[in-house]
């Protein structure tokens, strides 16, 4: 009768993955930047959903940052791996996107990486 923790944090999970996907759709034009966070790295891609396909992404895992700071999952290093994102995508001439926080709530290192988007010059 009773469910399992862990199995009802899923189930919350996906209800809200669900709820925001069904408003945010990603283009060539303008990606849906995904956020996903694990227990040590940070990971954002830009994704074109009408192909399916991943345009640009940056992660906390890449070596090149791992050098540059002792930690992998503070705000410091989530400001480094948005601004890799933005070069990326700047690169490809993209100035738009859709911020997708997936079931995150917007504060914290979420709220650092999307600022730290806008600083460099993509708008959502």
Do not use: W
């Amino acid at each position: 009768m009773l469910k399992d923790k862990a199995l009802l944090k899923k189930e919350r999970k996906t209800r809200i993955r669900k709820r925001i996907r069904k408003k945010i759709k990603g283009t060539a034009e303008r990606p849906r930047v995904f956020v996903f966070k694990s227990n040590r790295y940070v990971y954002l891609q830009a994704i074109n959903d009408l192909n399916g396909t991943v345009i640009a992404s940056a992660s906390s895992l890449e070596k090149e940052l791992r050098e540059s700071s002792p930690s992998t999952k503070n705000k410091e290093i989530c400001q480094l791996v948005a601004e890799r994102l933005a070069q990326r995508l700047k690169e490809k001439n993209i100035s738009k996107i859709v911020f997708d926080r997936g079931t995150y709530p917007f504060h914290g290192r979420v709220k650092v990486l999307a600022e730290t988007l806008r600083q460099h010059g993509l708008s959502f």
